[in-house]
């Protein structure tokens, strides 16, 4: 990232949304503006419910905090869509939140897929994940730090 990097006006982008407002998208946001973080996972069924397309490689966005301030802007770098099954450790330990191994990571990101904020924002109360669930694992850069210097 460079000085260049500030003209990029996060005004007409769309919202990357990492998480629910709190603790969580704190931490995460955290991780992405001090690099941690250059990968990120969704439940594809996400995508299909809200009727909005995957990523695409070169789309920007712009990350919002808790309380909804633009903090960056990223850009995809890549997108795969494969089961939750085929989830490896490279990907795990690239989300930046301190996972060694994809079942550290798999056993948390169940966690929060199982939740009731999820299952509710799903409108499925019983939803699960299993091993064919279809993820889409997407990798970013950041390109514009837009906290005030």
């Not at 990492?18 to 001090?34: C, E, K, Q, T, Y």
């Not at 250059?38 to 695409?56: D, F, H, M, N, R």
């Not at 990350?63 to 960056?72: F, G, L």
């Not at 939750?84 to 798999?106: I, N, P, S």
């Amino acid at each position: 990232m460079t000085d260049s990097s500030r003209l990029v006006d996060p005004a007409p982008l769309p919202r990357a949304e990492f998480a629910f407002p709190g603790l969580l998208r704190d931490a995460l946001v955290a991780a992405i503006l001090d690099g941690r973080k250059v990968a990120t996972t969704s439940l594809a069924i996400e995508y299909a419910q809200s009727g909005e397309p995957l990523p695409k490689v070169g789309e920007r966005s712009t990350v919002v905090d808790s309380i909804n301030r633009p903090v960056a802007v990223i850009e995809v770098t890549s997108v795969r869509v494969v089961p939750l099954g085929e989830v490896d450790d490279a990907h795990a330990r690239d989300e930046g939140e301190g996972y060694t191994a994809v079942t550290q990571w798999r056993a948390a990101h169940e966690e929060f897929w199982h939740s009731p904020e999820m299952r509710s924002y799903l409108g499925d109360a019983a939803f699960t994940v299993d091993d064919t669930t279809r993820v889409v694992l997407e990798r970013f850069r950041v390109i514009a730090d837009l906290r005030p210097a």
